[in-house]
Each structure stands twice: as C-alpha cells, then as structure tokens.
C-alpha cells in the first residue's frame, strides 16, 4: 500500500480507537465508537480500498478530480468515498481528508457528547487530570459548567460563554481563542508564565 503511515496516523488522533469486522475483513477506525475510516483488505490481508467519510459536496468534487477516488465501497454512496491505496491521491490531500472524516463523525453526536468523547472541557482542560476532580469537582461535562470555582449556582464564564451563548460544542468554534474571558478566569494559584503555559496547552488540546 502506498500510505502505510495511516494505522499510526489515525490512532494517534485523540480517543481514537481500532478494530476488525472480521465478516468484511475491514480494519475500522471509530471516534465514539463510530466508523468513520476503514482500511478494506482481501482475502489475502491486502488493503484495496480505503473508505472514509466525507462532505457530500466534496466527495462529488473530488471523484470528478481523482479517478483513484470513488463512491463509497459498499457504504452510503453519498457520505462516503473510497481510495485506491495504490492510486495517485496524494498523501497530504488523504491525511486532509482522513482528518475531516474525524471530525464529521465527532459532530454527529450532541455538542455534550462530543466534549464526553474527547474527554475536554468547553476549554480544553482535561478535567480528570486536575486535582480537584472526583472531589471538589465532577467535571465541566457532567455539571454543565457548574465547576467549583464557578460562582455559586452558576456556569463557569467559559463555559457560559461558549455553550450556553454561543451554542458551540467548545471553544475550539471559537475564533478569538484565547479571549478576554479566558484570561479573566484564572487559577490565582497560577503564576502568570505558568498560566500562559496552561493557557497553550488547552488551546493545543481544543485545536489539536
């Protein structure tokens, strides 16, 4: 196959998982335990297509683009494509495309399942990485934002900002990442290096 980087490519991507369906002889790669890339082989273990899931629009696009792209291999025709693993795709348009196949996958599922899945807050933290988790705090996810340092009764301002004003699954929707809100809220515990610091690493989390 001309894309042997892929299985390393895909499970590196953030609870993305792996498995085989052993009556089709695909190898499935699944955010929340949805299919949204396989990698189809013979009866010989070879790979001979590579399906995915893609924008409509695009996919019809792409297959008048590519003649190694193709309707979806035994899927929905209109959500999905397929790639010939030995074709002239070029890998930095598959790795575009395999990226966007997550991300349309994550979307189908509701706005609070999707930071679930990811396991963030609405702004990036890792919530089962912080002290106060489990104890003072269940987490941004199960308290709809009602964290610990929050005021009383109401949603931390990110959260409030971001899901309950704008309606976005996260902060990742967001264009003014990080904003004034953000830089407004913070652990006083932190120095100011160390809350740039914590700073970038939830915007890496939330952009990927």
Not at 114 to 132: N, V
Not at 152 to 167: D, L, M, T
Request: glycine residues 6%; charged residues 25%.
């Amino acid at each position: 196959m001309k894309y042997p980087w892929i299985d390393e490519y895909l499970l590196s991507k953030r609870k993305v998982t792996k498995d085989l369906q052993a009556d089709w002889n695909w190898v499935r790669y699944k955010i929340g335990g949805k299919m949204f890339a396989a990698v189809c082989l013979d009866h010989e273990d070879k790979p001979y297509y590579i399906t995915l899931k893609v924008d409509p629009a695009e996919g019809d696009f792409l297959k008048t683009q590519y003649p190694d792209i193709i309707a979806g291999y035994y899927m929905d025709k209109a959500n999905y494509i397929s790639v010939k693993p030995d074709g002239e795709v070029p890998d930095e348009l598959l790795m575009d495309l395999l990226d966007k196949a997550c991300s349309l996958m994550l979307k189908t599922f509701s706005k609070k399942k999707q930071r679930e899945i990811l396991g963030f807050s609405a702004c990036g933290t890792e919530c089962e990485t912080c002290g106060c988790y489990g104890s003072l705090c269940n987490g941004c996810n199960v308290s709809s934002g009602k964290v610990f340092h929050a005021p009383a009764g109401k949603a931390c301002p990110i959260y409030s900002c971001a899901v309950q004003k704008h309606k976005f699954a996260s902060c990742a929707s967001c264009d003014s990442v990080p904003c004034s809100v953000w830089r407004a809220t913070k652990d006083p515990s932190l120095s100011e290096q160390a809350f740039e610091k914590n700073i970038q690493m939830r915007v890496k989390n939330l952009k990927g």
